[in-house]
Every structure is written in C-alpha cells, then in structure tokens.
C-alpha cells in the first residue's frame, strides 16, 4: 500500500487534473466531495424510493 498516492492532493475525477489547494478553500475536501454526491442528479433521483 502506497501512502503517497493514497494521500495525494490530486482528485479523483477532476477533468483539469489541477492540484487541491487546501488555502484557499473554505470547506473540507470531505465537504466538496459530499455535495457534488448529494447534489448529483443521479443521487436526487433515488430519492423517496426503498432499498428492498
């Protein structure tokens, strides 16, 4: 198990392959990552349906 590569600043799916830079942002990379889910059309979609 690699920790540098599993610590990496790089984001996974970011189509700029830019670096985060924790400075500047005023939320958690948690936080982002949660809401871009949260918000995602696909994930609003499966709202109000029962996992049988």
Known sequence: MNWEQLLS???FGDTHKRLR???D???LGFE???DRI???SE???MQ???QV
């Open 9 to 11: 600043l790089k984001r």
């Open 38 to 40: 949260l918000f995602s």
């Open 48 to 50: 109000d349906k029962t």
């Open 21 to 23: 830079n924790e400075q």
């Open 43 to 45: 994930f609003r979609s």
């Open 32 to 34: 982002v990552d949660y």
């Open 25 to 27: 942002e005023t939320r």
